[in-house]
């Protein structure tokens, strides 16, 4: 079966880097029907969707995260990961990864990362 | 605040039908599909409602969705103590140029 499992580090300090991985299992994300997407929620802002990457590596971002976001494939490790540059308190959230089909029809999701912003 | 409007909370009992609503705009609900997730407690969110209406497998008929116009709804019916927890839509928005979601509406079983 189909499944996703985040990664990554707990706790980052503000204005540095975050650095999350997504490890899929159950498919393999070299299938052009399938988009990878990221998506947070924080109990101010609720749920954002932050982005996807498709197999080809073309990405779309939510104009929001533009210019601070990154989210690559690694497909000899059937991953994907979503760098996110200059964090602050305000990214402070759960990170979820998750397959879609189409825009906003996420059908599998991971169990989700708590990532917290402070020094 | 959200794009997509949705109560902050619902309640009923046992057996109850109950209905949420999601309110948009022509820029995202008046011409793009509507979904449904369910988030119990302390878990990721669940597909119920894909492309406005559809169930994907495994999740029961108790569960449907409709659209109208600018707006969208979703109704469960006989209602359990397990359906407890938060029901959020989501749409793609033209304008923004992104998949948004509504704030959620948190259902107490009583």
């Known amino acids: 079966q189909v499944q996703l499992q985040e990664s990554g580090p707990g706790l980052v300090r503000p204005w540095e880097t975050l650095s999350l991985t997504c490890s899929v299992s159950g498919v393999s994300v070299n299938i052009g029907s399938y988009y990878w997407n990221w998506i947070r929620q924080s109990p101010e802002k609720g749920l954002e969707w932050l982005g996807y990457i498709y197999y080809s590596g073309s990405t779309t971002y939510n104009p929001s995260f533009k210019s601070r976001l990154t989210v690559s494939l690694d497909m000899s490790r059937n991953q994907f990961s979503l760098n996110l540059k200059s964090v602050t308190a305000a990214d402070t959230a759960v990170y979820y990864c998750a397959r879609s089909y189409s825009y906003g029809h996420f059908d599998y999701w991971g169990q989700g990362t708590l990532i917290t912003v402070s020094s | 605040q959200s794009v997509l409007t949705q109560p902050p909370s619902a309640s009923g009992t046992p057996g109850q039908r109950v209905t949420f609503s999601c309110s948009g705009s022509?820029?995202?609900?008046?011409?793009?599909?509507v979904y449904w997730y369910q988030q119990l407690p302390g878990t990721a969110p669940k597909l119920l409602i894909y492309r406005n209406d559809q169930r994907p497998s495994g999740v029961p008929d108790r569960f449907s969705g409709s659209k109208s116009g600018t707006s969208a709804s979703l109704a469960v019916s006989g209602l359990r103590p397990e359906d407890e927890g938060d029901y959020h839509c989501a749409s793609w928005d033209d304008s923004l140029s992104a998949v948004i979601f509504g704030g959620g509406t948190r259902l107490t079983v009583l």
């Open positions: 022509s820029s995202n609900i008046g011409n793009r599909y």
